[in-house]
């Protein structure tokens, strides 16, 4: 899907609409000192492997990608409704 870079959206710190900048939000780098994955790496350990199954098929053949707006005016950062798109491209 192409999308403009740049939309003119309402923002609520302004109160009026204004110029946002759309780019795509990318997830982060995972912490291992999470209190799920610390107790998912205390759930694998020893005797009895691993405890989920993995999954080996995907059903799916998009992703769900999810564009995040910034105000021009504020720098105030929102995100869009997520949609399942193969790709993303802006114009």
Same mark, same amino acid.
């Given at each position: 899907? /192409?999308?403009?870079?740049?939309?003119?959206?309402?923002?609520?710190?302004?109160?009026?609409?204004?110029?946002?900048?759309?780019?795509?939000?990318?997830?982060?780098?995972?912490?291992?000192?999470?209190?799920?994955? !610390?107790?998912?790496? !205390?759930?694998? /350990?020893?005797?009895?492997?691993?405890?989920?199954?993995?999954?080996?098929?995907?059903?799916?053949?998009?992703?769900?990608?999810?564009?995040?707006?910034?105000?021009?005016?504020?720098?105030?950062?929102?995100?869009?409704?997520?949609?399942?798109? /193969? !790709?993303?491209?802006?114009?």
């Amino acid at each position: 899907m /192409k999308m403009k870079k740049e939309l003119n959206k309402y923002c609520p710190r302004c109160n009026k609409y204004t110029i946002h900048t759309i780019s795509l939000y990318k997830k982060g780098r995972e912490s291992s000192m999470r209190q799920g994955a !610390r107790r998912y790496e !205390r759930k694998k /350990k020893g005797y009895g492997g691993q405890p989920k199954p993995i999954q080996k098929r995907f059903s799916k053949n998009t992703k769900k990608l999810t564009p995040r707006i910034k105000c021009k005016q504020c720098g105030r950062m929102d995100f869009m409704k997520s949609m399942r798109l /193969k !790709r993303l491209e802006f114009i």
